[in-house]
């Protein structure tokens, strides 16, 4: 199995900065896109930000300018970095992936990993 961990969250001021990890562990064969999403409440889960495994980005509007994703394919992890943070960025924020494990390298699986709050004050 494949496991997904996310660190990083916390509470921030506005306009203060956080960088989010996720690192994937377990038996990975390969991991294709490697994405951020965010749930705030009463709210649907949005996607922020993916990555593909040869960099390519794509960003929601509403963070574009602000955070920027990258990937250690090494080390099978995911960073957001996000600046100039505001309250309505308040989420908890999911990594997400999809990928394929050693013992069936063919067979597509989405991951998620459990979630890490981030909280900006105004």
């Known amino acids: 199995q494949v496991q997904l961990v996310e660190s990083g969250g916390g509470l921030v001021q506005a306009g203060g900065s956080l960088r989010l990890s996720c690192a994937a562990t377990?038996?990975?064969?390969?991991?294709?896109?490697m994405d951020w999403y965010r749930q705030a409440p009463g709210k649907q889960r949005e996607l922020v930000a993916a990555i593909t495994s040869s960099g390519s980005t794509n960003y929601a509007d509403s963070v574009k300018g602000r955070f920027t994703i990258s990937r250690d394919n090494a080390k099978n992890t995911v960073y957001l970095q996000m600046n100039n943070l505001k309250p309505e960025d308040t989420a908890v924020y999911y990594c997400?992936?999809?990928?394929?494990?050693?013992?069936?390298?063919?067979?597509?699986?989405?991951?998620w990993g459990q979630g890490t709050q981030v909280t900006v004050s105004s």
């Open positions: 377990g038996s990975i064969f390969r991991l294709n896109t």
């Open positions: 997400g992936s999809v990928g394929t494990e050693a013992s069936t390298p063919f067979v597509l699986r989405n991951y």
